[in-house]
């Protein structure tokens, strides 16, 4: 008999020597591992935080998929001003991130080193201090458009249309001509690299993205 | 805070005043006696005594840690001090444990050999701290170790095992974690503590006085008093190596990997093993402490501030690695 050892199973035994707190439960769902256990938030001056059970599930798509993480003790407020569902879904960060952390591809303990933990660590900072260490993005698409101010400089409702319809089109457009969308003199110089960012973001999130800018009025 | 940072604030200072430290950088080898180590007294008034200990104590209370007045004397467990300078012998179970720090010679070139007496020291004032914490009883010090016991009459032999475990685990923790942290910032690594446990049974164990008059003292002959510190010389580096008398006592046994070699043969057969002791498993598992963002184990006993007095800006760096967005 065949043992198929995946980076899934590797990266959960890694995960599961480093944090002694957690363990790999059985789910009865398919292509689904499911781990449970305490997350203890302690500051870079060992101060101690507060304790959160959580539950994080991933799928056997690993690495290329963003793991699903829900709050069971309930010490989150279901509240949308958390960023939890009613289940104790935690809304980590805005897609459009874990979009790129899904392209490349995730690491078990660097996401909870660094996406998991600090969603936590700032519901303390929030709950202590009323507000998010690093503010947080508006609901809905206000973030999205946010986040395209915000991360990618973006704000002309008319050029981001333009640049996304290029990207969700795909087409190739000689790198050294004037650009048809800015009009300035070399393309690869202006918009190209652009395109090539939202290109990242996969079709589905673009049209959604689209969607959002398009039914903008006009200012 | 740690329950151990009296001790580590003061080892901290020792290695910051050190002249030889400040010195190295600037002129060629020189002998100890070239420095003025005075400031080391100073240093050692502040190395916590009894009476900052139970401050310490109180700090933790109702923590399930018992409280202890001022620190018994050394040399007489009080259960069988009635021995003393007599011949008389009582049979009676009791936890022998060894502990030493050791320090490679590394130290000698980086300081003066003031400070680093008074790092062993420190370490050494720790431990006693832990074990009189635990419940433990020390029974001698010697330089850059204790000898301690853990148990007695009246006391429940599984609790008294669980103790020693306790105390070994933070000490052991106090040496690797707190203090390797604050050496790695200063490029010293080469500090580890080694530690051996065991428990003998009734039948195995006579407690006598030894010694010619009032020059003696009141101790044990017994096998397992004499494989401690053959264990505590099998320990790694910040090891605790314990016997298998400790490790039948307890109902769980994942913390404790039997190492290849027993450490005794009857000469019948029979063989008596020794065990490794997975102690900052042991320390997760029974709530002792928490692991922070990259794994690293915090004491969680005398770290419980009220939230209020917490400092949010140690929190924010890792809260800041967050921005939350609301898309269900
Ligand atoms: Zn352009
Ligand atoms: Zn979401």
Redesign the interface.
Known sequence: MFIVVTLLDKHIKEFLELYHNFRLVDSNRKHIATLQGTITIVDENNQIWSDYDIRIEISHAYPYTIPSIYEESKLIERDWEFHISKEGKCCLDIHHSMLLKRRKGISLINFYQNVIYPFFANHQYKVNEGSYANGEYKHFEKGIIQYYEEELDLTDRDYILKLIDSAILGTKYARNNTCTICGSPKFKKCCLPKINKLTLFGKDQLKTDYGIFASLSIN | ??VFNPYLNVIKKAVQQDPKLRQRLFSAEQEDSAFDTSYIKALRNELPNSKSLNESVSLIKGMGAPVFGDLPELGNHPDFKHLRYTDETEDHWIISGFIDVKDSTKLFNRFTKATVALITEGIVQASIFAVNLCDGYVHRIQGDGLMVYFGGKNKDKTESVKNALKAFAMISYFVKNDLKDFFAANSVTEIFTRAGLDLGHNSQVRWLYSGSGKAGEVTTCSLHTSLAPKMQSNAVSNGIVVGQNMVNLMAIRKYFTEKRNPIWEYGDGRTYSQYDFNW??YI??NGLG??????NI?L?MG???P??S???T???????????????
Do not use: H, W
């Open positions: 805070m740690s900052d498993m997760m598992d928490v692991q922070d963002r990259y794994g915090v969680t770290n419980s501030e939230k209020q917490l400092d949010k140690y929190l924010a760096p890792i809260a800041k690695l967050n921005k939350p967005y609301f898309c269900l």
